[in-house]
């Protein structure tokens, strides 16, 4: 067998002033042939499951790219056909399947369904290869994508630590119907609900008990996958949203009526899926007023990992003029501060202009640097390896990297966007978190990957940022209405008949 496996992934903010350009992809990952096979093999990743699988079966590996970007603004259109023009031309050199590690919620300057314009491209080109695609918890699902692909599969958790799992289960499935041991039928739901990221949480309710059904779906007789996406919000495209998406083993009625009853049931639940605001100011009173840590500060308006710019000011400045002590900040992006850093070097005495780079216009903010003094306590090149659940065993790379300490506060300061979800952040940079009193972390739900099992206290500090959750200050233009919670009285009219794809 001749397979093909390639990733491209995008979750596009259409409200962050990021670029997405083949440089964004390069500093996450944008590799080619044997190289992406080396990177990723042996991760706990979908594309290391992709790997594990095809040599087990002891196919022949095409891999044209395996490209990932940190969240940011629509993809350009040249780095999009570029990116997609790799994967197109490996198809069209002849394979018997193909293998697709997508996000689901990719929109670029010419496309607002990145993963169905892809797809339906290699259909053209390979009408009856079967492809297996899996896709990340926040995507966003269209009729197309769904059309064009043998098997879909999607995450399960949030933080993402299935992300292996959820690869194999979709290349299985496909390697057992080429093997004509099933025949895969697809049943969708989509809902008119645009749930707040912060109460996606599949540890929290209402996801815990939502994907408890699916899981318990899946042991049905007939039934292949059950995946529920809590979808991505701040992607302004009319296929945002959650949505249901059931496999079954060529039983239409069947994966109609179980997508029905989880979306249906998620439905009930969707003002649990509301995030109510909090004073900012309040919270770090609360905060202060705490004896036991590591206590988790999210200032999650600002988080890179969805969109974010990771320069926003607001929330480290309150907890700086509060007076907390024992502080670590991870991170600002600001490569023009580390470069600063750099030329004064280990232990010098620095004043700063930090973060506030970034002018926001779909919120209508503009930068607002923050004036620190402090010393350089360490330089470093931002590497670092993952050894926590989310992404494991991947190598990431902050760019060079540098440690302020102001007295009450040590502030992290990055040269690339990355989240801090995993403790091997610190550890590279010579930090234990468990021995600090605060971790004020620009995260929203993933920093629970590696710091859940440390944090005595978690508080949300609403700041300023293109991953508000409030809803009121993003500009929606191309979202299909009505839909909750900006149209509180909107109903859900599930599919009535079978919608077999």
């Known amino acids: 067998m001749r397979s093909l496996i390639a990733m491209l992934k995008h979750e596009t903010n259409t409200f962050s002033p990021i670029p997405t350009n083949w440089p964004r992809f390069q500093d996450w990952s944008g590799l080619t042939g044997n190289e992406a096979l080396a990177f990723y093999r042996g991760t706990r990743t979908v594309m290391g499951a992709f790997i594990d699988l095809t040599e087990q ?166 039934v292949l996958s059950v995946s529920l996406f809590g979808g991505f919000p701040l992607a302004d495209s009319p296929h945002t949203g959650s949505s249901v998406v059931v496999v079954t083993d060529n039983d239409d009625l069947l994966a109609n009526r179980i997508a029905t009853d989880i979306a249906e049931a998620c439905w009930t639940k969707r003002h649990q899926q509301v995030y109510q605001p909090t004073s900012l100011s309040d919270q770090i009173q609360k905060a202060k007023k705490l004896t036991e840590g590591p206590i988790i500060l999210l200032d999650h308006c600002d988080n890179c990992g969805s969109g974010g710019t990771q320069d926003v000011m607001t929330v480290i400045r309150a907890v700086m003029e509060a007076g907390l002590e024992d502080v670590i900040v991870a991170a600002v992006w600001d490569p023009k501060a580390v470069a600063r850093m750099q030329a004064a070097g280990v232990n010098a005495e620095v004043a700063l202009s930090l973060g506030g780079n970034t002018d926001m216009p779909a919120i209508q903010q503009s930068g607002q640097p923050l004036q620190v003094q402090g010393k350089v306590i360490n330089l470093t090149d931002g590497r670092f390896r993952i050894d926590g659940p989310m992404y494991h065993g991947l190598e990431v790379c902050m760019g060079p990297t540098a440690v302020l300490d102001t007295g009450n506060m040590q502030i992290i300061v990055v040269s690339r966007h990355i989240e801090p979800w995993d403790p091997g952040l610190f550890h590279s940079l010579g930090i234990d978190p468990e021995q600090k009193r605060y971790l004020l972390l620009k995260s929203r739900i993933h920093y629970r990957a590696g710091f859940a099992d440390i944090a005595r206290h978690t508080l949300l500090l609403d700041g300023d940022g293109v991953t508000t959750s409030d809803y009121q200050l993003l500009s929606f233009q191309q979202l299909q209405r009505p839909v909750f919670p900006l149209d509180p009285l909107c109903s859900f009219e599930p599919n009535p008949a079978p919608n077999s794809l």
């Open 57 to 222: 079966w002891g196919d022949n590996i095409v891999c044209p790219i395996a490209a990932e970007a940190m969240p940011s603004a629509p993809a350009d259109a040249e780095t999009y056909e570029y990116l997609s023009s790799l994967i197109l031309e490996s198809v069209a050199k002849g394979v018997d399947r193909i293998l697709l590690d997508l996000h689901g919620a990719m929109i670029t300057e010419n496309t607002n369904d990145g993963e169905g314009s892809l797809l339906s491209r290699i259909r053209a080109i390979a009408p009856a290869t079967p492809i297996a695609v899996s896709h990340d918890f926040h995507g966003n699902l269209t009729p197309v994508t769904l059309d064009n692909c043998t098997v879909l599969t999607g995450y399960k958790t949030y933080p993402h630590v299935d992300l292996y799992e959820t690869g194999q289960q979709a290349g299985m499935i496909l390697n057992e119907a080429m093997q004509g041991h099933c025949h895969p039928v697809m049943a969708w739901q989509k809902l008119p609900l645009i749930s707040h990221t912060l109460k996606q949480g599949t540890d929290d309710k209402p996801f815990k008990s939502l994907i408890k059904l699916c899981q318990e779906a899946e042991r049905q007789a007939g």
